[in-house]
């Protein structure tokens, strides 16, 4: 009976944590010109959950997420021509770039204090979430807005190059935003293993 009421205590926690992160996502504080934006802490509830309950959990709720965020920017999606390109889109810039968030707990039984985990499974996520990103911008969108003209960087640069610029003006201010989170994050840590101990 425990485990059931544990199972839907932590059922309820990543209901409202999830709902929390995609609020947070639609707090835009810079939306780059083609897509991708910086937001209000958004990914902070999701490494929350991450660090509490492990990558399963983690990962179970970064996909609920990721579905939330792909609704939500469709029509993005909607400008990918082909049924390749959507799928790549869909992909790259939804379910993986978000599902990744997950795996922020990866460094837990890493042997350092905690705060240290914390910040090393924030910079892998974002990371990981910035070459997500990268692979959808040199493999769908570099076409796209090369045959739009919409930026300069298209014509100047090749389609990695382009892509590496383009997704990190968003995706180092969003990092930069979430490590400050870090010491909050460090603080629900450490009082969830204190009334576990």
């Known amino acids: 009976m425990q485990k059931v009421k544990n199972k839907t205590r932590i059922l309820v926690e990543c209901a409202i944590m999830i709902a929390a992160a995609t609020v947070l996502s639609v707090v835009i504080i810079y939306e780059a010109p083609l897509g991708g934006s910086v ?4 990914m902070v509830p999701i490494l929350a ?7 399963k959990w983690g990962c179970a709720s970064a996909f609920v997420y990721s579905v939330l965020q792909l609704i939500l920017g469709i029509g993005n999606v909607l400008w990918v021509p082909t049924a390749r390109g959507i799928v790549l889109c869909v992909l790259f810039d939804y379910i993986i770039a978000f599902t990744i968030l997950g795996f922020a707990c990866i460094f837990r039984r890493l042997k350092t204090n905690e705060y240290m985990k914390i910040l090393l499974g924030i910079i892998l996520v974002c990371l990981l979430r910035y070459i997500s ?56 840590v450490n009082t969830i293993q204190k009334k576990k101990a």
Do not use: C
């Not at 937001?39 to 958004?42: D, N, Y």
């Not at 959950?49 to 990558?55: E, N, V, W």
């Not at 960087?153 to 382009?162: H, S």
């Open 39 to 42: 937001t209000l802490f958004s």
């Open 49 to 55: 959950l991450s660090f509490r309950h492990g990558i």
């Open 133 to 188: 990103h990268v692979i959808s911008g040199a493999v769908v969108w570099y076409e796209i807005t090369k045959e739009g003209q919409w930026n300069d960087l298209v014509n100047k640069f090749g389609m990695w190059t382009y892509s590496l610029i383009y997704n990190i003006q968003y995706m180092g201010p969003e990092t930069v935003i979430t490590l400050i989170a870090a010491p909050a994050l460090h603080a629900v």
